[in-house]
């Protein structure tokens, strides 16, 4: 996975959007997201992908008690551990 600042990812983005590698995104050397190219597949799988997801999210907040705000701190990559 390749690290780049926002500016680099604006400036270059056509070459991002082509390419099949993640990327992840940072600002002031802080992780803000991250670009996850999708393969060239059909919309019904893409909002199969998608509703499994969300499935998942509602799973682990009923099973864990926490709300979505706690699941995606537990999740922020850029946190020290």
Known sequence: MKSVGIREFR????QYLASSEV????RHGK??????PVAQTDE??????LQRLSETIETA?????????????????????
């Open 23 to 26: 990327v992840a995104v940072k």
């Open 44 to 49: 019904i799988e893409i909002s199969l992908a």
């Open 61 to 81: 907040k009923r099973e864990s008690g926490l709300d979505e705000e706690a699941i995606s701190r537990a999740l922020d990559l850029s946190q020290k551990q």
């Open 11 to 14: 400036d270059k983005a056509s």
């Open 31 to 36: 992780l803000v997201g991250f670009y996850v």
